[in-house]
T-cell receptor
Framework: DGGITQSPKYLFRKEGQNVTLSCEQN?????MYWYRQDPGQGLRLIYY???????QKGDIAEGYSVSREKKESFPLTVTSAQKNPTAFYLC????????????FGQGTRLTVV | DAKTTQPNSMESNEEEPVHLPCNHS???????IHWYRQLPSQGPEYVIH???SNVNNRMASLAIAEDRKSSTLILHRATLRDAAVYYC???????????????FGKGTKLSVKP
């Protein structure tokens, strides 16, 4: 089945450590996105990529980094510079950056301990 | 970016129709209206989208006002599984750079009572 997969579902990190969240899609989509969601809030855009080997900062990119070396993969690294990393992280993809539906993964819940 | 306004929360009884409103008074002529919903602890899922005419699919119907300044998502018979946060989002047809991104507000939290 085609879809978008995030792993792991739950992740615990010690303060000061970097951690990488995985996002893989087999939908042959060009565009991929990372969002952050805090309790009771909407989704905020961290980074987006409209094509392989290119990505752009979203509204809250500070403390995060991404890569897009393959069309199907868009990993997100939460660095130690991110001051409040505990949140629900969502990855999405869509066929192209236009009026098509976006498909979301099931999310990764990151907790800093 | 054109903005949308939705009520924070709504309640419905199971098996009754639900009308979820969205105001978008600054919508441009080429903006599509998209709806997504998010069940607890899950990623959002696409529901429906439209431009001018009313739209129907297996999940819901979308009624768009003649002046396009508002729209309504209609769930014809609410079930307990429809309890979710519903997001109304505008998407430009012609875009460049970041305009193709989906910008989520806080949405409407729908509660369904048995």
């Amino acid at each position: 089945d085609g879809g978008i997969t995030q792993s792991p579902k739950y992740l615990f990190r010690k303060e000061g450590q970097n951690v990488t969240l995985s996002c893989e899609q087999n939908l042959n989509h060009d565009a991929m996105y990372w969002y952050r969601q805090d309790p009771g809030q909407g989704l905020r855009l961290i980074y987006y990529s409209q094509i392989v080997n290119d990505f752009q900062k979203g509204d809250i990119a500070e403390g995060y980094s991404v890569s897009r070396e393959k069309k199907e993969s868009f990993p997100l690294t939460v660095t130690s510079a991110q001051k409040n990393p505990t949140a629900f992280y969502l990855c999405a993809s869509r066929a192209h950056w236009g009026n098509t539906e976006a498909f979301f993964g099931q999310g990764t819940r990151l907790t800093v301990v | 970016d054109a903005k949308t306004t939705q009520p924070n929360s709504m309640e419905s009884n199971e098996e009754e129709p639900v009308h979820l409103p969205c105001n978008h008074s600054t919508i441009s002529g080429t903006d599509y209206i998209h709806w997504y919903r998010q069940l607890p602890s899950q990623g959002p899922e696409y529901v429906i989208h439209g431009l001018t005419s009313n739209v129907n699919n297996r999940m819901a119907s979308l009624a768009i006002a003649e002046d396009r300044k508002s729209s309504t998502l209609i769930l014809h018979r609410a079930t307990l599984r429809d309890a979710a946060v519903y997001y109304c989002i505008l998407q430009p047809t012609n875009y460049g750079g970041s305009q193709g991104n989906l910008i989520f507000g806080k949405g409407t939290k729908l509660s369904v009572k048995p």
